[in-house]
Antibody, heavy 121, light 113 residues
Framework: QVQLVQSGAEVKKPGASVKVSCKAS????????IFWVRQAPGQRLEWMGW????????KSSQNFQGRVTITRDTSASITYMELSSLRSEDTAVYYC??????????????WGKGTTVTVSS | DIAMTQSPDSLAVSLGERATINCKSR????????????LAWYQQKPGQPPKLLIY???IRESGVPDRFSGSGSGTDFTLTISSLQAEDVAIYYC?????????FGQGTKLEIK
């Protein structure tokens, strides 16, 4: 079945970077895009960015002021999201989700279980 | 960005009764050329990721019970649960995908009365 398996929880200090992975299985990786979405405690879901797993094109939210980098490894069917210059407000659960429209940036039809990132000194 | 606002913020409904959640977008998410509303609904239970319920405003995702339905067009949308079950306790979110960035409503917490 279609699955997205994310890497484990991380604890980071302010100013550090974190790299979260998302391994896809059960479908043709390059036929779909992957979204990254985060959810801070008690907050609404926030779109961070998107990568077309086929051609590697990316789009990131301006809210992160260039701190988000999304990449993929097609040989391993893995997508990565790196967030730099971490601050306490980046403490959140980070999700990857598949683009239900293929590569059109539509709805999110399959989600990973989430990766908790805690930023604390 | 297209702001999405849900109402109410929380809702308590008796088992077997109807639950209605509203979502309003600041601008229309109806694409005139294909007559599609770029609107999805998700359900999130505690400690779990969101789950897709509805897309294109009214298309039920495979495996979603038929007591869930979506309606509306343009800027005003509704998620209806026709007969509330205990397992429907969750937070529900709407999302527009008409224009990047995709944006979500603030969520509606649904509880049993």
């Amino acid at each position: 079945q279609v699955q997205l398996v994310q890497s484990g929880a991380e604890v980071k200090k302010p100013g550090a970077s974190v790299k979260v992975s998302c391994k896809a299985s059960g479908y043709t990786f390059t036929n779909y895009a992957i979204f990254w979405v985060r959810q801070a405690p008690g907050q609404r879901l926030e779109w961070m960015g998107w990568i077309n797993a086929g051609n590697g094109n990316t789009k990131s939210s301006q809210n992160f002021q260039g701190r988000v980098t999304i990449t993929r490894d097609t040989s391993a069917s893995i997508t990565y999201m790196e967030l730099s210059s971490l601050r306490s407000e980046d403490t959140a659960v980070y999700y990857c989700a598949r683009d239900g429209g293929g590569v059109f940036s539509y709805y999110m039809d399959v989600w990973g279980k989430g990766t908790t990132v805690t930023v604390s000194s | 960005d297209i702001a999405m606002t849900q109402s109410p913020d929380s809702l308590a409904v008796s088992l077997g009764e109807r639950a209605t959640i509203n979502c309003k977008s600041r601008q229309s998410v109806l694409y005139s050329s294909n007559k599609k509303n770029y609107l999805a609904w998700y359900q999130q239970k505690p400690g779990q990721p969101p789950k897709l319920l509805i897309y294109w405003a009214s298309i039920r995702e495979s495996g979603v019970p038929d007591r869930f339905s979506g309606s509306g067009s343009g800027t005003d949308f509704t998620l209806t649960i026709s007969s509330l079950q205990a397992e429907d306790v969750a937070i529900y979110y709407c999302q527009q995908y008409y224009r990047s960035p995709p944006t979500f409503g603030q969520g509606t917490k649904l509880e049993i009365k």
